[in-house]
């Protein structure tokens, strides 16, 4: 696959498909974002908007580029749009019959030659891509949150991912000024494997007293340089998708490390999932999902 302009529909506008966008359109490509909730699909947009204004303000990108990263995006919740997509990237719920369901949908809508590409977090790729008639197609790309700026990406093939699939995925990752880093199709890929238990410990460690968010988050960013703390992290994250993907490692890992301090199911049951709701480990003015 070369590095010409091509036509990519992001599945899902919610934190993560709302990233992946970002990354998409910025590069020039003509991106469609889908969901079936038109006020998520809003919500998405905008974040995207939001995010390529506050790069231009910012100094990192000048505003010509910008414009042409908001022009290059439209949004739609009409599946048949995204008939001429040269590659399709999936970030909707992680729940695999609807991620099975999207791609056999889509089978009969986009060309023979579309990648399918799955941003699941915690369910194997090989299964996702037994939705599809083509499993071949299909490839597991795992970007790491907030998309935009983060740039590694988990490459993952399926049992029945071609030669031809991952190579042309690798390629267009690298298009995107992407990092990939191939992996195995084992639960958690490489780097859940061990953020997820972090992040757990330091949950813990809030819920124990040891110190408040801000003390946590500032001995982080002074000691082992993350580019932001973990409360910072887990507030864009939400809580609600930490609380899933720990709690689906835990069950195919049988391992504690991975199970969610009790903290985590209080906050969900309270609403306070982070940036998407205005309120997590720290309050927010502002329901964009990330970057404002
Ligand atoms: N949040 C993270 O940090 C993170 C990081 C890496 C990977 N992931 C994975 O990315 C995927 C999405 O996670 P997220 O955090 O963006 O979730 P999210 O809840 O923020 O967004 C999911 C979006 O999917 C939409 N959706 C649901 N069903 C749909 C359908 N049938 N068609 C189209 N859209 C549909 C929802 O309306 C919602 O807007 C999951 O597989 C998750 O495991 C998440």
């Known amino acids: 696959m070369s590095n010409e302009k091509k036509t990519v529909a992001v599945l899902g506008a919610g934190t993560m498909g709302s990233g992946i966008a970002t990354v998409m359109a ?23 908007h939001g995010f390529v204004d506050k790069s231009i303000k910012l100094g990192k990108l000048d505003a010509e580029a910008g414009q042409g990263a908001k022009d290059a995006l439209s949004g739609t919740t009409a599946l048949s749009d ?10 909707v719920f992680e729940d ?11 089978d009969g809508i986009v060309s023979e030659s579309t990648l399918f590409h799955t941003n699941t977090s915690t369910l194997s790729v090989t299964g996702i891509a037994s939705g599809s008639t083509k499993p071949e197609r299909v490839v597991g790309t795992h970007y790491c ?11 993952a093939d399926g049992r029945h991912t071609a030669e031809w699939a991952h190579k042309a995925t690798i390629e267009f990752l690298s298009s995107l000024g992407k990092t990939s880093v191939v992996t195995k199709d ?64 835990y069950e195919q890992l049988r391992d504690p490390k991975f199970f969610p301090p009790p903290m985590v199911e209080r906050m969900v049951a309270a609403g306070d999932l982070g940036r998407k709701t205005g309120r997590g480990f720290y309050e927010y003015d502002d329901t964009r999902l990330f970057g404002s």
Do not use: Y
């Open 26 to 48: 910025r590069a020039g490509h003509r991106t469609l974002l889908f969901d079936i909730d038109d006020a998520n699909l809003q919500r998405g947009v905008d974040t995207v």
């Open 82 to 91: 995204l008939s001429a997509c040269d590659v399709v990237v999936e970030a």
């Open 96 to 106: 695999l019959a609807l991620k099975k369901d999207l791609f056999g949908e889509l």
């Open 145 to 155: 949150n907030p998309a935009p700026l983060m740039k590694l990406v988990e490459v």
């Open 186 to 249: 084992r639960p958690g890929f490489i780097v859940n494997r061990f953020l997820i238990p972090w992040e757990n410990s330091c949950i813990a460690a809030l819920d124990a007293g040891v110190a408040t968010t801000e003390e946590i988050d500032a001995a982080v960013l002074g000691s082992i340089g993350h580019p932001m703390g973990p409360f910072r992290l887990l507030d864009i994250v939400g809580m609600d998708i930490h609380q899933q993907v720990a709690m689906r490692l």
